[in-house]
């Protein structure tokens, strides 16, 4: 067989083995000990439109693979980074929320005496079901420990922060 039979036919088998294979199977990762559409939407902002702080958005997807947005005062959110998660990362984010009860708290907790500050929001699908609950200027023990678990997953400087986890005189509630 001459070199050019033999260069044509390993190209021809190149392509086909190509065309075969989906990109998805070829760049598959680990299957994550998680359900197949555990995907979380984290976020946090001022209350007052016109504050000078970045509101942060944070969204993790059910292969692990993250995005981080920031979006400051009259801007669009802005993807300011990517990064993925690995399987054990996503086991205890979602033992957290299973732990935590997500799925039964309220859709919103509220400290009407608190005027200024921010509020953080997340919104958990799994198994089927999707829950969202927001917290405003109130500490709510079960949503700041699944928030807490994400930040303890996530790289520096895409973290989730909300002035319930460090304010020490705000409200507390357990649920």
Known sequence: MSPRVFLISLFALMIGIALAVSPSDLFAKKKMPTPDDFRIYLH?????PMSPDPAPTLV???NGHCKYYERSRGE???LKREF???AEAMSKIYDTTKKERF????PEYS???VMDGDFAEVEITAE???HRVKTVN???DAFDNIVKAINAHTPEGTHIIYNALYVGDYKRVER
Do not use: H, T
């Open 60 to 62: 993790i997807e059910p």
């Open 76 to 78: 669009e959110n802005v």
């Open 44 to 48: 946090s902002a001022p209350r007052m």
């Open 111 to 113: 400290d009407p005496n």
């Open 138 to 140: 109130i500490k709510v």
């Open 128 to 130: 089927r079901k999707k």
């Open 103 to 106: 799925f039964d708290l309220k």
């Open 84 to 86: 993925d998660l690995d």
